[in-house]
């Protein structure tokens, strides 16, 4: 399953369950607003990319990304209310997932959970399994569910976050899920019906010339006739944009690191779910970006 870090102040708030004999983690968020406003319960911060290096002082062109992370850190735990949760969409690591990427990674953690915030990481393709494995063991709820993936679902009162791994081989470009994955998808999926279903993955959907999801197709043939399924989000193109396939919403993430193209924004997102959708709202590093502060209103499709 990914990484879940518990909130330090709120030890009940990840209760996880394994669904017996079905193959999935449950964990739920609901009534983590418990004694605070309750609108908290509807709010989620959404990471992606952070690329965090051993070193603290390493760079990407101009970028540190150490410094980037403290930054979103900052504008996360002002936010008010804080958010239910964070999830990392992937890439947590810089180039190839070292174990002291992690071990940083860990520490840039700590002032997000000790602020009362859960944090659950995904894998993208500049991760490594194995030394995320090794490094975070201690943090894993229980052992894979899948022996070579790492999924979960996390319940919220208004949807459920389905969250997915896509990594196929560190540092190749292109990603996928895998047959049995998929399949473990469109069980857990049908067993929890009741809500709004969010999907989050690292990889992008396939668009021609640009490497993403290599298995898209058949990822769609899962969600498509699913009518609660509303939306895949994803990162790895380090680009904010909010698009349809069909009519499912596609939220491309922007990275916490940088930009692969000049004037795009970094930064996270902030999500508030609605009772019949969800509204998004860009939160930029750069507070003089024209994008800082962007708005997009979601509405589900019919279920």
Known sequence: MPLHLPAVSRRTFLA????????????????????????????????????????????????????????????????????????????????????????????LLQPITAGGVPCHLLLGNHDHRQRFRAELAGQLAAPPLLADKHVAVVRAERANWF????????????????????????????????????????????????????????????????KHVKAYLFGHTHYWKVYKRGDIHLVNLPPVAYPFQERAPSGWVRVELL??????????LDDRHPAHGQVVELSWRAA
């Open 16 to 107: 996880g369950s394994l669904a017996a004999g079905a193959g999935w983690i449950v964990l739920d968020s609901r009534d983590a607003a418990r004694g605070d406003d309750a609108e908290r319960n509807h709010r989620w911060a959404l990471f992606s990319d952070t690329h965090i290096n051993a070193d603290s002082a390493a760079r990407q062109g101009t970028t540190n990304m150490f410094q980037n992370f403290q930054q979103a850190t900052r504008d996360l735990l002002a936010s008010r209310p804080l958010p239910a949760g964070m999830i990392l969409s992937g890439d947590c690591a810089h180039r190839d997932g070292q174990v002291g990427d992690y071990a940083q990674l860990r520490q």
């Open 163 to 226: 969250l997915l791994d896509s990594l196929r081989e560190t540092s190749e470009t292109a990603g996928a899920l895998g047959e049995k994955q998929i399949a473990w998808l469109a069980e857990a999926l049908d067993a929890h019906a009741d809500k709004p279903a969010i999907i989050v993955g690292h990889h992008h959907p396939v668009i021609a010339g640009v490497p993403g999801l290599a298995d898209t197709d058949a990822l769609f043939e899962v969600l498509a006739p699913r």
């Open 275 to 284: 009772p019949e959708g969800a509204r998004l709202e860009l939160v930029s």
